[in-house]
């Protein structure tokens, strides 16, 4: 018996071979993004692009799936990759250990891909990679903020012009206007964020955010359905 039998009794013989001669980029591979690489591929997509330039700390536990006292030090992409092969020897992965930055991001060619996953931090990358997928005429979805977050069931599917609360959701709506973006597709969550409490150090009193092991995970989920939901229809 085939290891996706059981998804073939969901969609279909026809649209499992659709998902696995789909390409699908996934930037940032961390809280969020990890769970969305998982589920791609145990949903049967084969060709998966992996970006992100960090490694494993133990701050990452928590949270972040590939994380364990075996991966800490090791680059994200490529204990991703490892774990993925596991699932399935079959399948193709790209791991490149990059920091997408707006300056870099003429190193990549968008157009080899059919969908594209935003599950990176940064503001000005998250702007590039709309930007990048709508010159290249790619399909995008992007994760907004999960940090300081306690409650899975907040999370929606929205247009970006139909969010509300998030700060993150806000700031890009804004900026995306400014571009002439007209629609995007995001996951975020309409819970208040919580105050994380001070951390005193050396440093002094400063704030990080806080973070949960099922919010950022519910999200990544979330990602994927959408991502496998989307290629098949």
């Known amino acids: 018996m085939h290891w996706l039998e059981r998804t073939k009794l969901i969609y279909g013989e026809e649209n499992i071979n659709k998902l696995k001669k789909t390409r699908v980029a996934v930037f940032g591979i961390?809280?969020?993004g990890g769970y969305t690489v998982e589920a791609l591929a145990r949903s049967g997509i084969e060709i998966l692009d992996l970006f992100d330039g960090?490694?494993?700390?133990?701050?990452?536990?928590?949270?972040q799936i590939h994380a364990t006292h075996k991966s800490i030090g090791q680059y994200k992409v490529d204990a991703a990759k490892e774990r993925i092969l596991e699932i399935n020897p079959d399948a193709s992965i790209n791991a490149q250990v990059f920091f997408f930055l707006p300056e870099n991001s003429?190193?990549?060619n968008f157009k080899q891909f059919?969908?594209?996953v935003d599950a990176i931090d940064t503001v000005a990358g998250k702007i590039e990679l709309v930007l990048k997928a709508r010159e290249a005429g790619v399909k995008i979805i992007s994760a907004?903020?999960?940090?300081n977050k306690i409650n899975p069931a907040a999370l929606e599917v929205a247009d970006i012009y139909e969010t509300e609360i998030c700060p993150l959701a806000r700031v890009m709506?804004?900026?995306l206007r400014e571009r002439g973006i007209e629609k995007l597709k995001v996951v975020y969550s309409k819970?208040?964020?919580?105050t994380p409490r001070e951390i005193i150090s050396s440093h002094g009193r400063r704030q990080i955010p806080g973070s949960t092991a099922f919010v950022p995970a519910a999200a990544g989920l979330i990602l994927a359905g959408e991502v496998v939901r989307d290629i098949i229809n």
């Open 30 to 32: 961390g809280g969020v």
């Open 54 to 63: 960090d490694r494993f700390c133990v701050t990452n536990m928590n949270r």
């Open 106 to 108: 003429y190193e990549i």
């Open 114 to 116: 059919d969908y594209i």
């Open 144 to 147: 907004m903020g999960a940090g």
């Open 173 to 175: 709506r804004r900026a």
């Open 191 to 194: 819970e208040p964020a919580i």
